[in-house]
């Protein structure tokens, strides 16, 4: 099992932005490969980005590319997504999970999941 616990979600104005943190405990961290989906009310999880077990691969969403950057670090056992330019739009409820294989952009593939942390923009 591993539990993950995010933070760092708020109120922020357009143009703004925030940090999002997932702590993990349990298993051992590096072997699980992190991402990061939103979802609204009413609509399916989507994915926003995505980041290798070792940090080096790395995949965005289109939406995602060019303003929010996905990092880890294993010797802390997180992970982060910096959001910047945030728009109305990237208001969600944002979860990290995290999976035993390759980064993937499939929500169905990841093994464990955050209680989400919320991100509202206003515009």
């Known amino acids: 099992q591993v539990q993950l616990v995010e933070s760092g979600g708020g109120l922020v104005q357009a143009g703004g932005s925030l940090r999002l943190s997932c702590s993990a405990s349990g298993r051992t961290f590096s072997n699980y490969a992190m991402g990061w989906f939103r979802q609204v009310p009413g609509k399916e999880r989507e994915f926003v980005a995505a980041?290798?077990?070792?940090?080096?691969?790395?995949l965005y969403a289109d939406s995602a590319k060019g303003r929010f950057t996905i990092s880890r670090d294993n010797a802390k056992n997180t992970a982060a997504l910096q959001m910047s330019s945030l728009k109305p739009e990237d208001t969600a409820v944002y979860y990290c999970?995290?999976?035993?294989?390759?980064?993937?952009?499939?929500?169905?593939?990841?093994?464990?999941w955050g209680q989400g942390t919320q991100v509202t923009v206003s515009s």
């Open positions: 980041i290798g077990r070792s940090g080096i691969m790395t």
């Open positions: 999970a995290c999976r035993g294989g390759g980064d993937s952009k499939t929500a169905g593939s990841y093994d464990y």
